[in-house]
């Protein structure tokens, strides 16, 4: 067996130890420069391979 709580966690405090997970956002993506896609900020872009106007990553077309 596993651990167990010496004492039952009432409701009202379950639920406020849950209550931010609704709030959970999706990270802010803004545009790339060079092609328009949405990318995470200070992220490589994972369309075109650029970052601050130089070439990182070599992305394939055909893939």
């Not at 009432?10 to 956002?25: D, F, N």
């Not at 092609?35 to 106007?53: A, F």
């Not at 130089?54 to 394939?60: C, F, K, R, S």
Request: hydrophobic share 30%; proline share 10%; net charge positive.
């Amino acid at each position: 067996m596993g651990a167990l709580p010496k004492i039952k966690v009432s409701i009202t405090r379950r639920k406020r130890k849950r209550a931010h997970y609704l709030r959970l956002k999706m990270p802010a993506m803004i545009p790339c420069p060079n092609c328009d896609k949405p990318r995470l900020s200070h992220h490589v872009c994972p369309h075109c391979g650029q970052y601050k106007g130089q070439q990182v990553l070599d992305i394939n077309e055909d893939e």
